[in-house]
Structure formats: C-alpha cells, structure tokens
C-alpha cells in the first residue's frame, strides 16, 4: 500500500467497491432522471431518482415485494417479477410526469437477457424512454414466464393487468 505525505486515500464507498464515480459522474452530467435498477439476493428494487444540489432524491420507485399486494405469489427476483417491478415503477413514474431517464445499473454486469433488462423491458412498457440497444433485451416468452411452471403466464398477465389499471 502507498504511504507517505502525498498519498490520497481513496472515497470510502469506492474502497468497498460500492460506486464507480466515473460512471456516476457521467450518467449526472445528463441532467435527466436515472432509472436505478438493483437486485438483491431475493428481491428487485427500481427507483427513479433526480440528483439537485441538495443530493439525490427519488421521484418513484417500485420494490419488488409490492407485488404480493397485486397477486403475485412467486419470486420477485425471476424474470416475469422483474418485468413486473419495472412496469410498476414505470407508471408510477408516469403519474408524477417522468418522461424520460436514463439506466443506471452500477456495478452489476450487463449481459444480454438478464433480470436489469427486462426490468429495462418493464419501464418501457410503462411508457419511460431509456436509450438502450434492442439486442439486450430478453425475449417476450421469457418475460411473461412461459418457460416456467403452469400458470405463470396467467398470473403474470393478471398482474400487469392490475398495475396498469390501478395505478
């Protein structure tokens, strides 16, 4: 480790391996909402969020444990639950006026198809636009769980049915 009277400890977060400042730095400069997208071990968390000068602040956000409220009796975290959680934070950012944003993933890997994008999938179908490549999307069988077990699509589309009708 570098010691002496010029060495600069690095932000704590960066340390952790928490935040890419650079890319933070970058996806600020545009001046437009960030759709943050997270997963965690077992849930998905989708906010939409405006940095001011007072910090960040988030304008509509969308978890995927609300979805037990609409119906959903599955996991959060496969790809229709995914879906599922970005439509809602989708129209949920509608009905405050967020037109467009940008995504922001952090430090998660971007691979084609998986859980981040049909998240993506979700806020567009809501009606948000985010610049995005249409390669990286996941298929529409994937989306509403046809390669699941019986009764996942149905479920699915009575879920999203829900969302955009009752919010």
């Known amino acids: 480790m570098a010691t002496g009277p010029r060495y600069r400890v690095p932000f704590r977060r960066r340390r952790e391996g928490r935040t890419d400042y650079r890319r933070r730095a970058a996806l600020l400069r545009s001046h437009v ?4 997208v997270r997963k965690s071990n077992k849930n998905m968390t989708i906010q939409l969020i405006e940095y001011k000068d007072g910090g960040d602040f988030v304008l509509a956000s969308a978890v995927s444990t609300e979805l037990a409220e609409l119906g959903w009796k599955l996991s959060g975290k496969n790809s229709p639950g995914a879906y599922l959680t970005g439509y809602l934070a989708g129209t949920r950012a509608k009905e405050k006026g967020i037109e467009e944003a940008v995504l922001d993933i952090g430090l998660h890997e ?3 198809g998986n859980l981040l ?3 993506l999938k979700g806020l567009l179908d809501a009606g948000v ?4 490549g249409k390669e990286v999307l ?3 069988e994937r989306i509403s769980g046809k ?8 479920a699915f589309e009575e879920v999203k049915k829900k969302i955009g009708g009752g919010h």
Not at 129 to 132: A, L, N
């Open 33 to 36: 909402p960030r759709a943050v």
């Open 138 to 140: 996941p298929v529409g």
């Open 110 to 112: 971007p691979t084609k």
């Open 129 to 132: 636009e985010i610049p995005h």
């Open 117 to 119: 994008f049909a998240a």
């Open 147 to 154: 390669h699941m077990k019986e009764g996942t699509e149905a």
